[in-house]
């Protein structure tokens, strides 16, 4: 029975401990206040666990959430986040993917799971509309991803899949969660939490559907939407055409492509070899979109006549095109495509896998490493033992299990931890702060450490979208990001995707959620319950013992040697005094209890 | 001078850079650009030719010209230029 209002009203409660299944009604308060997905996961989250857990303990508890837009007509609204503390960061760890997972989960009846406990041997979860049952896994453990998905599609028929590879259910830090295969719950590790309870995959079919409030309205809002989306030179053209590997060139112009472990700076003679122009000349088969969404940025890619190297499947997007290509001063996009299909078909995030490997091939380089630790050389440049080492990654063999540790563990092992270019341990993607200045603020406040989709700045810095700000400048990005990431936040939580919002802005997200539950609430207060999910997960953070808002030191004293930043560093400390000034909260960053009262941060 | 195309941009004109001598500011780099390759007529110059178009990124040594002097923003021989359509990703 669904609700008419986006929502179909009923979470799903496993606790693998005790094998059990209940559906519990969804908590319509915290729906309204923390719109779906990400915000709403996340205060579901903090409602039952304790900030100090441990994330790989059964007491830990992993959450599916999908939004009030997921699974509707709304543009590009195949999202869904899965949140837990992150084992790879100590903190929150909501980690968002699309494809067709979250409106399948919907559709069955289902607007969320809450996994509690661990199984005492591999389980898999099969729901068939009411149909909900936990099932043996033990064929599919130490199976991939592709494969785990092909034998649930061939037993149940037509499922949508999201699990675990191999690296998940050994616990590997960073391992990502995969639904349709090769769409990823990437960051932080969400995979290790699913690994941990014994939890291989879910398998689900839904022939439901999802009713919203006011249907004429929200069609409107929809038409109107998808015309600007669709007339916006990069939601109508660009991205379907290039997809996101199209920024390794702008980014590099500007001086901000880091390389080499951000050693050598970040301007890069070869980066058009590894470029979203070159990718489509050279593997590119089609563009493919997931869910309801008219951008299609995703690319599915094939690689021939390259021997071992040979295979199919998505991707490279920019963050792992950069992370296997500058990060690594590795040139050869087929290499690059390769260590990015053995992620996917495994469940690794690419990002930090990436910097991992550019971070141990600058430790080798200044003999930190001892080459009989890992086995072979391995020097900025080579594609070969850089595709190897992924491989060893995803086997958990040798110097592959240190990689799995991540950057910041690997080079803290080896006495150099200011040498992982990492936030709160986790990996910054594929932009340089000191180039960019709003993005090294960006990384330094995320509330799940090193990342670019929690604000996007590049967007206001480097592509003029929705105003053009100097990149290289400090004054008005602490207001701005302060506005990206509750915009941000917001966009996660309804079930779109952050994408539409290089077409579209607030006035479009917010009439489209409006129309779908039924609000009356205006642009502005729409706005302020992503400026309540962020301060929910800050909060959230101090009690679990976040690290300070930092940049790597790299960042902050080693001047850019070259290229258009040439002399640059991130002058963090002037920003985030604006930045904390733009969220009201104390000078040393912290949330103040007024603050958190006016928004209604409570749990 | 050394003029770099991205994108779309590069199908246009057939070639990934090229030298071309330097006119004294953005604005007749744009006008020599549309004469040159007439597809980028209407494409990198607002209807009235007087200043770029919206949908279009212009690096003068990797600085935005915005945060320059816009289309009046001098050129030499040494200068180099990039020119994209707007792109984006992430």
Not at chain 1, 198 to 225: D, Q, W, Y
């Amino acid at each position: 029975m669904t609700q008419a209002n986006g929502w179909i009203g009923t979470i799903l409660r496993i606790n693998l401990t005790e094998g059990s299944i209940k559906k519990e009604p969804l908590n319509m308060q915290d729906a309204h206040d923390y719109v779906g997905a990400r915000g709403l996961g996340t205060k579901y989250y903090c409602n039952e666990v304790d900030p100090k857990i441990d994330p790989l303990s059964p007491d830990n508890k992993l959450i599916f959430m999908t939004g009030p837009l997921t699974g509707t007509a709304a543009c590009s609204s195949g999202r869904y986040e899965v949140v837990s503390k992150a084992p790879l960061t100590g903190i929150i760890g909501a980690a968002n993917s699309g494809g067709h997972f979250g409106p399948e989960l919907k559709y069955a009846g289902y607007d969320g799971i809450i996994f509690e406990g661990k199984a005492d041997h591999p389980v898999y979860l099969h729901i068939d509309d009411d149909k909900v049952e936990l099932l043996d896994a033990g064929e599919l453990w130490g199976q991939g991803v592709h494969e785990t998905t092909e034998a649930l599609e061939a037993k149940h028929g037509k499922v949508r899949v999201s699990c675990i590879g191999t690296p998940g259910e050994r616990c590997m830090l960073y391992a990502a969660i995969m639904n349709d295969k090769n769409r990823a719950a990437g960051r932080g590790g969400m995979g290790a939490v699913m690994g941990s309870k014994n939890l291989k995959a879910i398998a689900v079919r839904g022939t439901g559907g999802v009713t919203v409030a006011r249907p004429e309205g929200f069609m409107r809002e929809i038409t109107k939407a998808r015309t600007m989306l669709k007339e916006h030179p990069v939601t109508g053209n660009g991205l379907g055409t290039f997809g996101t590997e199209i920024l390794v060139n702008i980014v590099n112009e500007v001086g901000g492509l880091p390389l080499r472990n951000g050693r050598d700076g970040s301007y890069w003679d070869k980066a058009d070899d590894t470029s979203g122009e070159h990718l489509n000349e050279t593997h590119l088969v089609k563009n493919q979109g997931c869910f309801g969404c008219s951008i299609a940025c995703g690319r599915v890619t094939k690689i021939e006549g390259k021997g071992d190297l040979d295979g199919f499947g998505e991707g490279p997007e920019y963050e792992a095109g950069w992370s296997y290509g500058a990060a690594c001063g590795v040139n050869d996009i087929s290499s690059i495509v390769k260590a990015n299909f053995i992620c996917n078909e495994q469940g690794m995030d690419p990002i930090t896998l990436g910097s991992t490997v550019a971070c141990a091939m600058e430790l080798y380089e200044m003999g930190a490493i001892p080459e009989e630790d890992i086995g072979f050389p391995l020097r900025f440049g080579d594609a070969a033992a850089m595709v190897k080492l992924t491989q060893m990654c995803a086997d958990g063999e040798g110097f592959g299990k240190i990689i799995g540790l991540g950057s910041y563990r690997l080079a803290e092992k080896y006495g150099h931890p200011e040498l992982s270019m990492s936030v709160k341990k986790q990996e910054m993607p594929a932009y340089d702060g000191r180039a960019i200045q709003g993005i090294g603020l960006e990384y330094a406040t995320s509330n799940r450490g090193g990342c670019h989709v929690r604000g996007y700045m590049i967007s206001p810095e480097v592509l003029g979208i929705p105003v053009k700000l100097d990149p290289q400048v400090t004054e008005g990005k602490g207001a701005m990001l302060k506005t990206f990431q509750d915009l941000t936040a917001l966009c996660d939580s309804t079930g779109m995707c952050l994408f539409t919002t290089f077409g579209i802005g607030l006035p479009e997200i917010a009439g489209q959620y409006r129309e779908a539950v039924g609000s009356d609430e205006t642009d502005e207060e729409i706005l302020l319950k992503g400026e309540r999910i962020w301060n929910l997960e800050k909060r959230f953070n101090m009690e679990a013992g976040v690290e300070k808002d930092t940049l790597p030191p790299r960042l902050l004293r080693e001047a850019l040697p070259s290229g258009p930043a040439k002399g640059k560093v991130n002058e963090l400390q002037t920003m985030l005094a604006d930045y904390y000034e733009a969220r009201n909260w104390t000078a040393d960053g912290i949330p103040t209890p007024e603050k958190l009262a006016e928004l209604n941060v409570t749990y | 001078m050394l003029v770099k195309f991205l994108a779309t941009y590069r199908q246009i004109a057939n070639c990934k850079s090229c030298d071309m001598p330097a006119p004294s500011n953005v604005l007749e780099l744009m006008e020599a650009l549309c004469a040159r390759w007439p597809e980028f007529d209407g494409l990198i110059l607002n209807d009235e030719r007087t200043d770029k178009g919206d949908d279009v990124i212009i690096l003068v040594n990797g600085r935005h010209i915005e945060h320059l002097n816009g289309v009046a923003t001098p050129l030499t021989e040494q200068d180099y230029v990039v020119i994209t359509p707007l792109v984006a990703g992430g």
